[in-house]
C-alpha cells in the first residue's frame, strides 16, 4: 500500500511540473504580433499613431503613451475600447519633443488571460 501512495503521489507531482511548464504558453494567448512604431525603433520625427497588432483576439482594457520622465502623452483611441480585436489604432494627440518614449498596454484575450506589455522608441531631431 505504501508503494502505491508514493506511485500515486509522484504522479501527482509529476502532472503538477508539467501543468506549469506548460502554462506559460496558455497565458501568451494575446502576444504582440507586430507594432509601428516598433520596439526598439529610432525616428526622425514623431509619430502620428500607435498601432499595436497581436496573434489572437485581444480586448485591450489601457493603452498608455510614456514619455521618459514618466509623464503620461495624450492619445485618441480609435474603435470601441470594450470590442475584442487584433488590432489596436491610436492618435497621437501632440507632436513629441526628440526623447525616449514607452507604450504599454493591458489586455485580455478571448479566453479571459489578462496580459499586457510595453515597448520603446525613441524621437530624434530631424537632421537639417
Known sequence: ??????????????????????????LAHSDLHHAEPADGAVLRNSPSTVSLMFATRVRVMTLKLLDETGRERKLAREGDRAATVEQVRATVQETLPPGAYRVEWRGASADGHVGGGALAFRVERAAR
Open 1 to 26: 500500500m505504501t508503494a502505491l501512495f508514493l506511485q500515486r503521489r509522484s504522479l501527482l507531482g509529476a502532472a503538477i511540473v508539467l501543468g506549469l511548464a506548460t502554462a506559460g504558453p496558455a
